[in-house]
T-cell receptor
């Protein structure tokens, strides 16, 4: 039973446009969410996070939005750059401080 | 500089052999984790350790074993009981709100 779902396995976006990656969760007790970026054959690197007391967190080109009522969060990247091509993982922190991971979305930025 | 080191980067083993993956950290973090990544799947937790000399099974612990004799080290042994060991293995150290990952080890059974 997947508690964190990323329903799009891949996403292709034109360079310079906005990339929107989506994530849904089922456990309303989750109160902290993180996005990680992963290049092939490397470990994931932390990108941005959001606490459930906020509905938006922004860091440069990256913005994460949280809709608690819909149990949905999204990562916006604008403008998209070639170096953004990677797999993006959404994760939620559970009550034991363990991360529950989504399956990832492969983002491809087209020149 | 502080970090987490996994070795080797690529590892090959024959069926039926045990193999140990190394994970060392100098971040002074108490918690360490082992994940497995397969294509099209998220990271799945194999084992984790919150403190020296203690560790807990994750979601897919069968066929794996770990030890935590030192704070800095959390080696993972993939045993012959693991039916499908070919995968990318990631070690991480964690604080409450985020992990630091190693660069991973790709294990291939030949």
């Amino acid at each position: 039973d997947q508690q964190v779902k990323q329903n799009s396995p891949s996403l292709s976006v034109q360079e310079g446009r906005i990339s929107i990656l989506n994530c849904d969760y089922t456990n309303s007790m989750f109160d902290y969410f993180l996005w990680y970026k992963k290049y092939p054959a490397e470990g994931p690197t932390f990108l941005i996070s959001i606490s459930s007391i906020k509905d938006k967190n922004e860091d440069g080109r990256f913005t994460v939005f949280l809709n608690k009522s819909a149990k949905h969060l999204s990562l916006h990247i604008v403008p998209s750059q070639p170096g953004d091509s990677a797999v993006y993982f959404c994760a939620a922190l559970d009550s034991n401080y363990q991360l529950i991971w989504g399956a990832g979305t492969k983002l491809i930025i087209k020149p | 500089d502080g970090g987490i080191t996994q070795s080797p980067k690529y590892l090959f083993r024959k069926e039926g052999q045990n193999v140990t993956l190394s994970c060392e950290q100098n971040l002074n973090h108490d918690a360490m984790y082992w994940y497995r990544q397969d294509p099209g799947q998220g990271l799945r937790l194999i084992y984790y350790s919150q403190i020296v000399n203690d560790f807990q099974k994750g979601d897919i612990a069968e066929g794996y074993s770990v030890s935590r004799e030192k704070k800095e080290s959390f080696p993972l042994t993939v045993t012959s009981a693991q039916k499908n060991p070919t995968a990318f293995y990631l070690c991480a150290t964690g604080l409450n709100y985020g992990y630091t990952f190693g660069s991973g080890t790709r294990l291939t059974v030949v």
